[in-house]
């Protein structure tokens, strides 16, 4: 989950110089650096999903 949100950050730092930079050329790499982050988030997103919880619910096993 800390990876997540550090994806999650990059890509609103790209994103904001995408939308702040006057220079094309810096545009240009913010909006390919926007994606690759983008990317990140969903492929780990991908991954927390298919991740058992770590959290184990003592109350639950004891039920059982």
């Known amino acids: 989950r800390i990876a997540l949100g550090a994806e999650k950050r990059a890509q609103a730092f790209f994103e904001h110089v995408l939308v702040t930079a006057d220079d094309p050329a810096l545009r240009a790499l913010a ?9 990140h988030v969903q492929l780990i997103e991908r991954m927390l999903e298919s991740t058992p919880d770590a959290v184990v619910h003592w109350e639950d096993l004891h039920e059982a």
């Open 31 to 39: 909006r390919e650096m926007a994606a690759d982050e983008q990317e």
